[in-house]
Every structure is written in C-alpha cells, then in structure tokens.
T-cell receptor
Framework: AQSVTQLGSHVSVSEGALVLLRCNYS??????LFWYVQYPNQGLQLLLK??????LVKGINGFEAEFKKSETSFHLTKPSAHMSDAAEYFC?????????????FGQGTTLQVKP | DGGITQSPKYLFRKEGQNVTLSCEQN?????MYWYRQDPGQGLRLIYY???????QKGDIAEGYSVSREKKESFPLTVTSAQKNPTAFYLC????????????FGEGSRLTVL
C-alpha cells in the first residue's frame, strides 16, 4: 500500500540549531508532497508544497524541503530553530493521477525547541 | 476573511448519544474533507465530498455520517455506533484538482464521558 513515513515521532533541538525532520514516501511515481505544521489545539497550516517545478522548495517561516527521487525522500529543514517553531509537523502525499485531491498523512513529528 | 469555521471547538457527550460537528467554508472550494486525529496516528480520512450532493467514504467511515446539501457546509455526525469517538476532528477544503492544497479549520475536540 502507498504510504508516507516520518522518521522520529519526537525531535528535540536547541534554539539556533539546525532542524531536520525526515519524510519518506513509497512510490516510484513522483507524487505531490506537502509539509504542514500544527500548533496545539489548532488546525494544520501549509508550510510548503512540491509540485515538480523545482526539487528545492522554500516555504514559510524559513523552512525548506528537498525532493530526492533516488531516496524517495522529502525532508524538511530550517538552518536555525526558533522557540516559536515548536509544534507538530506532518508530511503528506497525493499519489498517482486522478482528481480526488486526497492526501495521505504521515504520523507526525513533534518538534521541541530548547532554550 | 475567507476560511473554514468549525464548531463547537469543545464538545462533551455521553455514551449512546449522536453528535453533529459543523463545518462551514467561504472559500468557494468544491471539495471538503473530515479527518480524525489521534495522538501518534496522524490524520485519518473519515469522509470527503468533491461536489454538492455527493460524498465518499474515507478510510475510517464506520460510525460516522455526513451530508453535503450546500457547497459551503459539510457537517459530520458521530453516531452511537462509533466505538471510540473521543478524538480531535478536523475539517478541510480544497479546490478540486490534483495537487490541491488543503485548508483546515481550527478543529473540534470531542470527549465522550
């Protein structure tokens, strides 16, 4: 079955350190890929989206992600963590052709930022 | 401002009672979705609708029902048949089409006592 895997349910970094959140998808066909962020008791906000126009995608709040077909990965990075980045992050994928717009979500990674 | 409004934000119900969660959008989006979120399990799709008067089951539709009588509205009923209804419920919408971004509401937290 097609799926998306986020490695590490919890990631802890110090303020100012590099943030790396991992996401791998399971398909030989390049899909549409997304990263969303969720703050406590809120809905999800789109951070960035890959649509095959460029392999390095820049998003909001200084985040970016690189699509690597050979590794079937779409890891999220930020050079310097800020306290306000503490949240839960979800990788999501739309597979194949069709018109459903139905996303498959990873299980989420909680980012903790220590002062 | 355009967006998605979910209500109520918090809801308590007794076992055996049905409850309806409201979702309204003014983004003029064709497609709407209901997701359930549980700790450590990500988001799971309950139902989705791509057009008025039509909807499809998602991955975990048992014990839930929906309607789509208006483009703007997609209410979700959690029935007494849902065995473990305590969860955070998220409504979303998108323009119909491949690769469409989802816009989410703030969520409704249902607790069954």
């Amino acid at each position: 079955a097609q799926s998306v895997t986020q490695l590490g349910s919890h990631v802890s970094v110090s303020e100012g350190a590099l943030v790396l959140l991992r996401c791998n998808y399971s398909s030989s066909v390049p899909p549409y890929l997304f990263w969303y962020v969720q703050y406590p008791n809120q809905g999800l906000q789109l951070l960035l989206k890959y649509t095959s126009a460029a392999t390095l995608v820049k998003g909001i709040n200084g985040f970016e992600a690189e699509f690597k077909k050979s590794e079937t990965s779409f890891h999220l990075t930020k050079p310097s963590a800020h306290m306000s980045d503490a949240a839960e992050y979800f990788c999501a994928v739309i597979y194949g052709s069709g018109n459903t717009g139905k996303l498959i979500f990873g299980q989420g990674t909680t980012l903790q930022v220590k002062p | 401002d355009g967006g998605i409004t979910q209500s109520p934000k918090y809801l308590f119900r007794k076992e055996g009672q049905n409850v309806t969660l409201s979702c309204e959008q003014n983004l003029n989006h064709d497609a709407m979705y209901w997701y359930r979120q549980d700790p450590g399990q990500g988001l799971r799709l309950i139902y989705y609708s791509q057009i008025v008067n039509d909807f499809q089951k998602g991955d975990i539709a048992e014990g839930y029902s929906v309607s789509r009588e208006k483009k703007e509205s997609f209410p979700l009923t959690v029935t007494s048949a849902q065995k473990n209804p305590t969860a955070f419920y998220l409504c979303a919408s998108s323009t119909q089409g491949q690769g469409g971004e989802l816009f989410f509401g703030e969520g409704s937290r249902l607790t069954v006592l």
